[in-house]
């Protein structure tokens, strides 16, 4: 993938589930195996994370002159891959069901492999 599709790719994504996060958090909490009616800051916490979100998508959707993407891109790779890891010692720990923590950690793998592929500079990418 190249790094400009990457980088649309990872924002739209980041965008759908921060608005999600923030409209919809009791539902979202429950996707992400997380039961809003044993944990009353189940709410709170995925509008968190839903903020985060919208905020990492932000420059992307809304660019400034000068910006670098493919630098801002690589400061969220390590971002998705604690995600990754998060959610993948949540579910051997019992702290999620697997039913949560493997598509959460899939998604996080795969926000960390397209975060890796917009942080390319695309003069140095080789056309295909």
């Known amino acids: 993938m190249d790094p400009i599709s990457a980088r649309r790719t990872l924002a739209q994504c980041r965008l759908a589930v921060g608005i999600a996060a923030l409209v919809a958090p009791r539902i979202t909490a429950r996707f992400f195996g997380v039961d809003p009616a044993t944990n009353p800051a189940a709410p709170y916490l995925t509008r968190m994370f839903g903020a985060r979100e919208i905020y990492m998508a932000a420059p992307f959707l809304m660019p400034a002159p000068g910006l670098d993407e493919a630098e801002l891109s690589s ?3 390590p971002v998705d891959a604690a995600d990754a890891a998060a959610s993948l010692v949540a579910g051997l720990r019992g ?26 500079n695309e003069k140095l990418v080789r056309p295909t």
Not at 95 to 120: D, F, H, K, N
Request: aromatic share 10%.
């Open 95 to 120: 702290y999620l069901p697997w039913r949560a923590a493997i598509p959460a950690t899939a998604i996080a793998v795969v926000g960390t492999w397209l975060g890796s592929q917009a942080a390319q």
């Open 75 to 77: 400061r969220a790779v």
